[in-house]
T-cell receptor, first 116, second 109 residues
Framework: GAVVSQHPSWVICKSGTSVKIECRSLDFQATTMFWYRQFPKQSLMLMATSNEGSKATYEQGVEKDKFLINHASLTLSTLTVTSAHPEDSSFYIC????????????FGPGTRLLVL | DAKTTQPPSMDCAEGRAANLPCNHSTISGNEYVYWYRQIHSQGPQYIIHGLKNNETNEMASLIITEDRKSSTLILPHATLRDTAVYYCIVKQGANNLFFGTGTRLTVIP
């Protein structure tokens, strides 16, 4: 149980294009999902918290207009990197929290984005 | 949430127990200790969590000291597939998970 999937697993795009990444909780409903970014040889950095049916909460320094988050259902959250640039190349990982409050978070396998 | 301190790296012989320490001296009474691991180029994998009592599941055991200022994750019989970065995270309630630098465990044949 508690499986989280991401799609696509990797994507290569040209600079200036937008890329959408999907995060799905496969066997549970997730009121809250999270988006992280990880650069090579660094730890995971939380980008934003996504709540079903409401606006996402972004961490300091993360541009909300560049990283659009939509959490339209209890099993799906999407992250769209708008007008991607080479510096946005990174490993993007989502997680979903089981239940409410202090439920355990389970992570997706990640999406590797390369912007040329 | 309280900060955690972990050794940057450890080695363990295959088949032996891997004991990964974590210090969280400023932990408060309602904060849980979570352990995740990240195998290269994958998303983090949940291992175990606990509040006060020791915990065991099919993956590992978590030993929390009586004063709760430190804990140890034990992998009873390490295999090569256990090579990963292990993160000890202290979290209160609905707060988010914040990842530190973790311990890079290398299991040696």
């Amino acid at each position: 149980g508690a499986v989280v999937s991401q799609h696509p697993s990797w994507v290569i795009c040209k600079s200036g294009t937008s890329v959408k990444i999907e995060c799905r909780s496969l066997d549970f409903q997730a009121t809250t999902m999270f988006w992280y970014r990880q650069f090579p040889k660094q730890s995971l950095m939380l980008m934003a918290t996504s709540n079903e049916g409401s606006k996402a909460t972004y961490e300091q320094g993360v541009e909300k207009d560049k990283f659009l988050i939509n959490h339209a259902s209890l099993t799906l959250s999407t992250l769209t990197v708008t007008s991607a640039h080479p510096e946005d190349s990174s490993f993007y990982i989502c997680s979903a929290r089981v239940g409410q409050g202090d439920g355990t978070q389970y992570f997706g396998p990640g999406t590797r984005l390369l912007v040329l | 949430d309280a900060k955690t301190t972990q050794p940057p790296s450890m080695d363990c012989a295959e088949g032996r127990a891997a004991n990964l320490p974590c210090n969280h001296s400023t932990i408060s009474g309602n904060e849980y200790v979570y352990w995740y691991r990240q195998i290269h180029s994958q998303g983090p994998q949940y291992i175990i969590h606990g509040l006060k009592n020791n915990e065991t599941n099919e993956m590992a055991s978590l030993i929390i000291t009586e004063d709760r200022k430190s804990s140890t994750l034990i992998l009873p019989h390490a295999t090569l597939r256990d090579t990963a970065v292990y993160y000890c995270i202290v979290k209160q309630g609905a707060n988010n998970l914040f990842f530190g630098t973790g311990t890079r465990l290398t299991v040696i044949p």
